[in-house]
């Protein structure tokens, strides 16, 4: 699977959009953009995942380049319940894979 | 949905203990994980289960780590005999194999201490 670079830590103010960048440089063509967060205490959770369009759902929305070779997850209106560690992890997209983790992005939201 | 189960929640033991994790993935889930998260980093697989068949166990410490599921529903890890490099947050996981959920379900994990 493709590793992928992702900032150590990001700040948000409550409210305000959370754009969180990751690269991925050596995605290969069948290789999806997952994104998982894990909040304290908890496992991670799924959030969000796509191929080459932009993605959205109740949670997030995804935006690929298109050359793939980066991509962002935006929550459109933090809250202080995202405070989370969000991992960005490249893989082929077949069910029954198991997941590569980096370190993560530990995202603060602060009122 | 009831989601995925494990026990115990904490485990503090002595080096050279033995300790035993269980849990209990979503119902109809055919593939079942083990991760390993040590403190500041991002979850490690140990062994991933298909059914009752083991698909990936290349990460797992054989020496001292075992792992089984039987009836491909419930599964237990047992760290026999533990050292302190084992402390750690061990998570189960599940999923769907095969349709169009490439979605992986965490419990909320068992949270290891060796003294």
């Known amino acids: 699977d493709a590793k992928t670079t992702q900032p150590t830590s990001m700040d948000c103010a409550e409210g305000r959009a959370a754009n969180l960048p990751c690269n991925h440089s050596t995605i290969s063509g069948n290789e999806y953009v997952y994104w998982y967060r894990q909040i304290h205490s908890q496992g991670p959770q799924y959030i969000i995942h796509?191929?080459?369009n932009n993605e959205t759902n109740e949670m997030a929305s995804l935006i690929i380049t298109e050359d793939r070779k980066s991509s962002t997850l935006i929550l459109p209106h933090a809250t202080l319940r995202d405070t989370a560690v969000y991992y960005c992890i490249v893989r082929v997209g077949q069910a029954g894979t198991a997941l590569i983790f980096g370190k993560g992005t530990t995202l603060s939201v602060s009122s | 949905e009831a989601g995925v189960a494990q026990s115990p929640r904490y485990k503090i033991i002595e080096k050279r203990q033995s300790v035993a994790f269980w849990c209990n993935p979503i119902?109809?889930?055919?593939?079942l994980y083990w991760y390993q998260q040590i403190l500041g980093q991002g979850p490690k697989l140990l062994i991933q289960?298909?059914?009752?068949?083991?698909?990936?166990d290349s990460q797992l410490p054989k020496d001292r780590f075992s792992a089984e599921r039987l009836k491909g529903v419930d599964s237990t890890l047992k760290i026999q005999p533990a050292k302190l490099e084992d402390s750690a947050v061990y998570l189960c996981?599940?999923?769907?194999?095969?349709?169009?959920?490439?979605?992986?379900?965490f419990g909320p994990g068992t949270r290891l201490t060796v003294t």
């Open positions: 796509g191929l080459k």
């Open positions: 289960f298909q059914n009752n068949g083991v698909v990936d």
């Open positions: 996981a599940s999923s769907f194999w095969g349709g169009s959920s490439y979605e992986q379900y």
């Open positions: 119902s109809g889930h055919a593939t």
